[in-house]
């Protein structure tokens, strides 16, 4: 099981190791400053900060090294044809950092919309430009969390790096064979109840909060949507929807388990406007028969008065199934060692939750 | 040769010391400046070369006009200086 959780907050880095029967934190970076996206491989830490006036960074810390900024993601000077892209072309967050599944490839999603490429673990970064420059990219929305799209997830098929699948809050699913190279759009079967009449169906209007994909069946993807969860048996071809969702379909965060496809993690909240636990309760739900039904897991969290969200980023889990943690907009922080069932809460009071991460996962 | 000011608060995050640098628009003397520290330039301008919207520049006290090409002419003894707006919680 892991053995160190990387946690990303409002103001700051948080390296945690299992300490005493428990976990304490056993390296503080970057106090103050807000961390939006965090990976951590058995080669170097890597994070993405957004400094707000000077805009979204890149840094890296080897294993054996010390911090240092990397070359930050850029969009390419903005051609005269895109005078009439809604979007800016310039980065304002990177949202996840994701192993490419090839020697020193990571893959960066961000706002507003833009998905990067390091092929030097990190070092530099190079625009997914067919990506970017498809026609069809101007039409996505911007509604996660701010007026441009958020690529909130990057799926890396574990048998083939090159098949690449991300979501976007807000324009659906697109998958790449190729590395990047060609997209095109699929995610069929999905429902949006906030759009038009005639468009809530249609695949490129789908509020997709975050994937989450099954790494011993790539084919198996789950999917946390504005409106409900979703699971999909062919690489996201297809989604079904997965209307046994409890206490509530409604959150933004997902984690699959590493091995068996009919097992997902939610983190529950009340629709929209709202967006807290279902009566105050904090829970985590769980299926393990690929939706048909869902467990409540509440052992060790606050069954009362707990007005936690968990963000798309801020739930995870490590490579045995069995290690998870989430982390809340209120600071909270929960660690289960048994996929679940029971949950314990480090004794810190932590600034408000962007992400975490367990190292190698 | 005009005279760039950084705000101490970059320190926080890499060297912004002050430097005499050639140029006789504030383009050409910022040009000058990131061309020694590379990495300053994304956090003073955005992708596209514009001033990031919560920087404030000042050029012998008067507020920078042009902030997307940054035109506004730089004399020989000019003061600049490159601020930052804080705000939030």
């Given at each position: 099981m892991a053995d160190r959780l990387f946690v990303g907050t409002r103001k700051g880095l948080f390296e945690l190791a299992r300490k005493g029967g428990g976990w304490d934190i056993v390296e503080t970076k970057f106090l103050g400053e807000p961390v939006t996206a965090v990976l951590a491989t058995p080669t170097a830490v890597h994070v993405a900060l957004d400094l707000g006036h000077f805009g979204a960074k890149t840094w890296r810390k080897p294993a054996s090294g010390e911090w240092q900024e990397t070359a930050t993601p850029a969009f390419p000077a903005k051609s005269d044809d895109a005078s009439e892209d809604p979007h800016p072309w310039t980065l304002g967050r990177v949202w996840n950092l994701t192993p490419g599944g090839v020697e020193g490839r990571i893959w960066a999603g961000s706002m507003p919309g833009g998905l990067f490429r390091s092929d030097d673990n990190g070092e530099t970064w190079s625009l997914c430009e067919p990506l970017w420059r498809m026609p069809d990219r101007r039409k996505w929305m911007g509604v996660?969390?701010?007026?441009?799209?958020?690529?909130?997830?990057?799926?890396?098929?574990?048998?083939?790096?090159?098949h690449v699948t991300v979501g976007v809050s807000c324009a659906g699913v697109w998958t790449s064979g190729d590395a990047g190279t060609s997209w095109r759009q699929i995610g069929q079967g999905f429902h949006n109840e906030y759009m038009p009449p005639d468009q809530q169906d249609d695949p490129i209007a789908q509020d997709i909060h975050q994937l989450?994909?099954?790494?011993?069946?790539a084919k198996v993807i789950w999917c946390q949507h504005h409106?409900?969860?979703?699971?999909s048996e062919d690489g996201g071809e297809s989604f079904v929807p997965l209307p046994a969702a409890k206490?509530?379909?409604?959150?933004?965060?997902?984690?699959?388990?590493?091995?068996d496809p009919?097992?997902?993690?939610?983190?529950p909240a009340i629709k929209d406007e709202k967006r807290y636990p279902v009566e105050g309760k904090m829970v985590v739900s769980r299926t393990s028969d690929g939706g048909k039904s869902f467990d409540i897991l509440s052992n060790g969290l606050p069954g009362r008065h707990a007005y936690d969200l968990v963000y798309r980023h801020a739930l995870c889990v490590d490579e045995t199934g069995n290690g998870l943690a989430i982390g809340s907009t209120s600071g909270g922080l929960w660690i289960s060692d048994d996929a679940?069932?029971?949950?314990?809460?480090p004794e810190m009071r932590l600034p408000p939750v962007a992400c975490v991460k367990f190292e190698g996962s | 040769m005009p005279t760039v000011h950084f705000t101490s608060q970059l320190e926080r995050f890499l060297p912004a010391p002050t430097v005499s640098v050639a140029g006789r628009t504030l383009r050409e003397a910022l040009t000058n400046v990131f061309a020694d520290h590379p990495m300053l330039k994304g956090y003073i301008v955005d992708d596209q070369g514009t001033v990031r919207r919560h920087v404030a520049i000042f050029i012998d006290g008067i507020q920078l006009r042009d902030r997307v090409k940054l035109t506004d002419p730089v004399g020989e003894k000019s003061e600049i200086h490159v601020f930052q707006a804080l705000s939030g919680g």
């Amino acid at each position: 099981m892991a053995d160190r959780l990387f946690v990303g907050t409002r103001k700051g880095l948080f390296e945690l190791a299992r300490k005493g029967g428990g976990w304490d934190i056993v390296e503080t970076k970057f106090l103050g400053e807000p961390v939006t996206a965090v990976l951590a491989t058995p080669t170097a830490v890597h994070v993405a900060l957004d400094l707000g006036h000077f805009g979204a960074k890149t840094w890296r810390k080897p294993a054996s090294g010390e911090w240092q900024e990397t070359a930050t993601p850029a969009f390419p000077a903005k051609s005269d044809d895109a005078s009439e892209d809604p979007h800016p072309w310039t980065l304002g967050r990177v949202w996840n950092l994701t192993p490419g599944g090839v020697e020193g490839r990571i893959w960066a999603g961000s706002m507003p919309g833009g998905l990067f490429r390091s092929d030097d673990n990190g070092e530099t970064w190079s625009l997914c430009e067919p990506l970017w420059r498809m026609p069809d990219r101007r039409k996505w929305m911007g509604v996660a969390g701010g007026e441009h799209p958020g690529l909130s997830t990057v799926l890396v098929d574990p048998a083939d790096p090159s098949h690449v699948t991300v979501g976007v809050s807000c324009a659906g699913v697109w998958t790449s064979g190729d590395a990047g190279t060609s997209w095109r759009q699929i995610g069929q079967g999905f429902h949006n109840e906030y759009m038009p009449p005639d468009q809530q169906d249609d695949p490129i209007a789908q509020d997709i909060h975050q994937l989450a994909q099954c790494p011993a069946n790539a084919k198996v993807i789950w999917c946390q949507h504005h409106s409900g969860i979703y699971r999909s048996e062919d690489g996201g071809e297809s989604f079904v929807p997965l209307p046994a969702a409890k206490p509530s379909a409604f959150g933004f965060a997902v984690a699959a388990h590493p091995k068996d496809p009919k097992t997902a993690w939610f983190a529950p909240a009340i629709k929209d406007e709202k967006r807290y636990p279902v009566e105050g309760k904090m829970v985590v739900s769980r299926t393990s028969d690929g939706g048909k039904s869902f467990d409540i897991l509440s052992n060790g969290l606050p069954g009362r008065h707990a007005y936690d969200l968990v963000y798309r980023h801020a739930l995870c889990v490590d490579e045995t199934g069995n290690g998870l943690a989430i982390g809340s907009t209120s600071g909270g922080l929960w660690i289960s060692d048994d996929a679940g069932e029971s949950w314990t809460a480090p004794e810190m009071r932590l600034p408000p939750v962007a992400c975490v991460k367990f190292e190698g996962s | 040769m005009p005279t760039v000011h950084f705000t101490s608060q970059l320190e926080r995050f890499l060297p912004a010391p002050t430097v005499s640098v050639a140029g006789r628009t504030l383009r050409e003397a910022l040009t000058n400046v990131f061309a020694d520290h590379p990495m300053l330039k994304g956090y003073i301008v955005d992708d596209q070369g514009t001033v990031r919207r919560h920087v404030a520049i000042f050029i012998d006290g008067i507020q920078l006009r042009d902030r997307v090409k940054l035109t506004d002419p730089v004399g020989e003894k000019s003061e600049i200086h490159v601020f930052q707006a804080l705000s939030g919680g």
